[in-house]
């Protein structure tokens, strides 16, 4: 042992001289008793090499799976709290500075259902000595009610959508997708960390469908995109629906949904005396397709997606028949799906004559070949 002439200020004893062949990390500090060098003894004695907290209290919705950090909720979507103990407890642990190669785990030992003991396993070099330390925190999971879910509990809400549809109820299809389209505008607010955006209820009703919805904004962005992808209109009216403690005056806003009076694949009669129309968007002005030939037929401006028809059916109600012959550029025999006579139709021009079958509509004006699904597939 070479002789460094320094002593250490603790014990009195003698410093070994190589602290330069240490692998301590660069520029790292030597360890100190304020302004002079500790023997490794005396540094060693009074080494931690993690810094950890007594305990850990871990408070989560029990409802949403949110995790209260700092002092608010934090969306996680935590549905196992281990995980979440374990990455509340790393980041409350600290690692000694002068240490290197240091590796470490952590391990949950699950006590009762709000109790979990993390065992974490430490090791690292200090004064090119591998140093190991465990440490044990107990971590306590407090199962609460966020702010959010106690709002939406107590029924909160600011706005109404109601999806209704012009002089006929909308049907399953479209209410399921207003509600998905809800759900997707709100999902993609939670995801910016906005906790005012949620649902309060989703009533069917007799009428069509009704969505409470956390804020005003959200509300006519939701009828919005609900018109969007479904075509139709919305109004927005206020409601007063009390006074709060001040004597000011809270308004509920209701944005009413009216949806096209027609859908994509329906077939109306437009009483032109160009015959039935298969209607391919509402959305803008009506666009469908003329069953008799297959010409486009477009709704003019003033009647928007509304012109004056009568419903003969829709697309689910055609059925596959057989045709007997090709008859001229404009007409067809097919057999009668119900009477199984032999009738001459009109020939539009997305028949295929190579067609053993068709599918046909029948109503009371008669029989009408229709597009394909496929190939006469609406834009809706
Ligand atoms: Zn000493
Ligand atoms: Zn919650």
Redesign the pocket.
Known sequence: MSRSGEFCPRCGDEIEANLDARPTAPGAAGPRDGDSVLCDDCYFAEFDLVDAPDRIDVRV??????VHRGNR?VDVGAQDYTDIAVEEVSEALGVHLEATDVSWEVAPEQVDENNIRMHCQFSGVVRGTLVSEEVVVPVKIARQ??????RIAGGSYAAIVQVRADERTPTDEEEEIAREVAEAYIADREATGDRNAFITEVDEVDEGLNMKISTNQMGQGIAKRIVDRLGGSFEDYETLVTEDGDGNEVYRVTFAVRLPRYRAGEIIDPEDGDGPVLVRSVRGNLKGTRLATGEDYEASFEDGDAPEARRLGTREDARETTVVAVEDDNAVQVLDPETYAAETIPRPDYFDPAADDVPVIKHREGLHILPDAAAGADED
């Open positions: 919705c029990s409802r949403c799976g949110a909720w009610t966020c702010d959010r879910c106690g």
